[in-house]
């Protein structure tokens, strides 16, 4: 249920340094940090926004900035 996607996304949150609604306010680093793990957790651009308070388009520029990081890591291997 959403109920339960939202209490792990704060758990999640929380277990990387800053509670769900701490993170807008969090530095940069660690919001950063937050949303990756949000991700690759399985939460979507929106699910995200939504708990977080933070832009569709700071997110998502966050997410696909850690994809290329990441592409050119393994193409770099």
């Keep these: 249920t959403e109920w339960e996607r939202h209490a792990f996304a704060n758990k999640l949150a929380k277990s990387l340094g800053v509670p769900l609604h701490g993170v807008k306010a969090a530095p940069s680093a660690q ?4 949303i ?3 991700h690759d957790a399985g939460f979507t651009v929106r699910q995200i926004e939504r708990y977080t ?3 569709k388009s700071t997110v998502s520029r966050i997410v696909r900035a850690y994809a290329r990081v990441k592409v050119q890591a393994e193409l770099s291997e």
């Design 31 to 34: 919001r950063n940090i937050v």
């Design 36 to 38: 990756l793990g949000l």
């Design 53 to 55: 308070g933070i832009g």
